[in-house]
């Protein structure tokens, strides 16, 4: 299988827990985003990572998210003292040129 | 700011033409796409067009941008229960965040 793969694919946490989920892009795609997707919206920007440099980052990201990508490979999303207001369905996306190729998301409920 | 609507919900019979559209505000955007996403995975992308074309056309789908009135349709001809998706539009001029997504039109094929 060549496409992004994320895991896990479910994960639930009861608030104040820490989690963490993984990416793994396209093996050639250098560019690497998450996006936050809830009920009945479209995906929502959180970072954005060329190789292993986080260029960018959405105002709107709490401090209690952090994201890495060592080595400009897998990329991890990590949630501290999770909030309910956090669940949702977390997307990565990789690309090379212009077009976004998504993994299947990892859903999150914190309960 | 960048903004992307659509409506919510389309719903068709089985064999007819399907119309998706979606509005814009940013009109330096030079790249407008197309993403479909079935319940419970991430989004496929079905097709994308340049803010120098005015029409793209790959079997069953067909899309028309309208740059001076920044609106984007998709058609998809001969509509299958298949097609019973989310559909988002989305636009960009760069990398990173300013790939901007709509809420996304639920697509409903009746028999």
């Known amino acids: 299988d060549t496409g992004v793969s994320q895991d896990p694919r479910h994960k639930i946490t009861k608030r104040g827990q820490n989690v963490t989920f993984r990416c793994d892009p396209i093996?050639?795609?250098?560019?690497l985003y998450w996006y936050r997707q809830t009920l009945g919206q479209g995906p929502e920007f959180l970072t954005y990572?060329?190789?292993?440099?986080?260029?960018?980052k959405s105002r709107l990201l709490s401090d209690r998210f952090s994201a890495e990508r060592p080595k400009g490979s897998f990329s991890t999303l990590e949630i501290q003292r999770t909030e309910q207001g956090d669940s949702a369905m977390y997307l990565c996306?990789?690309?090379?040129?212009?077009?976004?190729?998504f993994g299947s998301g990892t859903q999150l409920s914190v309960l | 700011g960048e903004d992307v609507e659509q409506s919510l919900f389309l719903s068709v019979r089985e064999g007819d033409s399907s119309v998706i559209n979606c509005t814009y505000t940013?009109?330096?955007?030079?790249?407008l796409y197309w993403y479909k996403q079935e319940p419970g995975a991430g989004l496929q992308l079905l097709t994308y067009?340049?803010?120098?074309?005015d029409m793209k056309q790959d079997q069953r789908l067909t899309v028309l941008l309208n740059k001076k009135d920044k609106h984007l349709s998709l058609r998809i001809a001969d509509t299958q229960t298949g097609d019973s998706a989310i559909y988002f539009c989305?636009?960009?001029?760069?990398?990173?965040?300013?790939?901007?997504f709509g809420p996304g039109t639920r697509l409903s094929v009746l028999p």
């Open positions: 996306a990789s690309s090379l040129e212009r077009e976004l190729f």
């Open positions: 093996s050639e795609h250098n560019r």
């Open positions: 990572f060329q190789n292993e440099a986080q260029l960018e």
């Open positions: 940013d009109s330096s955007s030079t790249y």
């Open positions: 067009i340049f803010s120098n074309m």
């Open positions: 989305a636009e960009s001029k760069d990398y990173g965040q300013n790939f901007v």
